[in-house]
């Protein structure tokens, strides 16, 4: 038996702007999801998947995920009707949205598949791999996801619109930052969030281009903060990119209630990650002091949190 892990991740910057060739940083967090990979005896594909979830996170992702793993051993060429393969998912990596458990999962499946049929893929093939498998789940994926997930760290990552290789910078934070991650109990389909905002952008590409500009300042600035531990700065431009996920309609009552809980109580920025319209908002805590008085004001207040650092 064999197997791989894949890394979570929250976007701090530049979810959907990332689709179009613009800048975004992505942080890898320290949950993971681990794929084993068993060979069978017989043709046959056997899954089990024992990730804890938000409810109802795996039903309703049951048939990406069936083409997530058919994309990755199309990629990998095994086949299931010659070789019989069992796979489980496990680790401690909620499967949630907005917190990368499909790219985790793709990951970890492309490095369990490598070891066990020595195939002889480096990092940058397990991102490929993973990639084709993150199509299973959201047709036109910009990559940042299985990008963070294959490689952790703090990621500048710029997508290549040509289909060439992308931007993948690694960034050093002086010092690691706490935040809060906390989720809406939501699952959202990124495949129709994607293609929806698509949709808003060809009847206002006026409005679009103004929000784009306006973003590109936002992360330039951003990527020289994270750099220089400014602080209050990174918060400022986190709590400025998430008004302009409002202005995409990718925000929702959900997650504007848990930004103002956490505003309210202290956090220096607050906004939702990945997807949207369900799934994840993150809140800047720094300090262990903070850290720990937002995400027990969560916790009573009924919403799964967790604690992690950015920067690593
Ligand atoms: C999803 O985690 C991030 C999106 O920007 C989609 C993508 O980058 O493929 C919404």
């Known amino acids: ?9 929250v976007i701090l910057f530049g979810e959907h702007f990332v689709v179009y060739g613009l800048p975004a940083i992505v942080s890898a967090i320290g949950s993971r999801t681990i794929a084993y990979v068993q060979k069978l005896t017989s043709p046959d594909l056997q899954l089990i998947d024992d990730r804890q979830e938000v409810p109802g996170y795996k039903k309703d992702k049951k048939e990406e995920q069936n083409k997530s793993i058919e994309n990755i051993l199309n990629y990998c060429k095994i086949d299931p009707k010659k070789y019989g393969i069992n796979v489980r998912f496990s680790g401690d990596l909620v499967a949630a949205s907005g917190i990368g458990a ?13 070891q066990e049929f020595s195939l002889g893929f480096d990092d940058e093939k397990i991102n490929l791999s993973a990639f084709e498998g993150e199509k299973g789940y959201h047709g ?3 990559g940042i996801d299985n990008t963070a997930a294959t490689y952790g760290g703090l990621i500048w990552f710029k997508r290549n619109l040509n289909g060439g290789p992308n931007i993948i910078d690694k960034l050093n934070m002086k010092d690691p930052v706490n935040i809060v991650i906390a989720n809406t109990g939501l699952t959202a389909s990124t495949a129709k969030v994607v293609a929806d905002v698509r949709k808003q952008k060809g009847k206002d590409p006026k409005k679009f281009e103004k929000i784009f500009n306006d973003y590109c300042d936002i992360i330039s600035k951003a990527r020289k903060a994270l750099i220089e531990n400014q602080l209050d700065e990174i918060g400022d431009l986190m709590n400025k990119n998430q ?5 995409i309609n990718v925000s929702s009552p959900e997650l504007e209630k848990m930004i103002k809980i956490a505003l309210d109580y202290g ?14 908002m993150f809140a800047l805590t720094p300090g ?9 004001i969560f916790e009573k207040k009924g919403y799964m949190v967790w604690k992690t650092t950015i920067g690593i």
């Not at 262990?288 to 027990?296: A, D, F, M, P, W």
């Open 267 to 280: 956090a220096l920025g607050a906004k939702l990650t990945g997807t949207g319209r369900g799934g994840n």
């Open 243 to 247: 008004n302009l996920l409002r202005q």
């Open 102 to 114: 499909s790219a985790a999962s793709c990951a970890a499946l492309s490095r369990a598949l490598n």
């Open 140 to 142: 036109n994926p910009s």
């Open 1 to 9: 038996m064999s197997s791989g892990y894949g890394y979570g991740k």
């Open 288 to 296: 262990k002091g903070l850290q720990e008085t937002i995400s027990n």
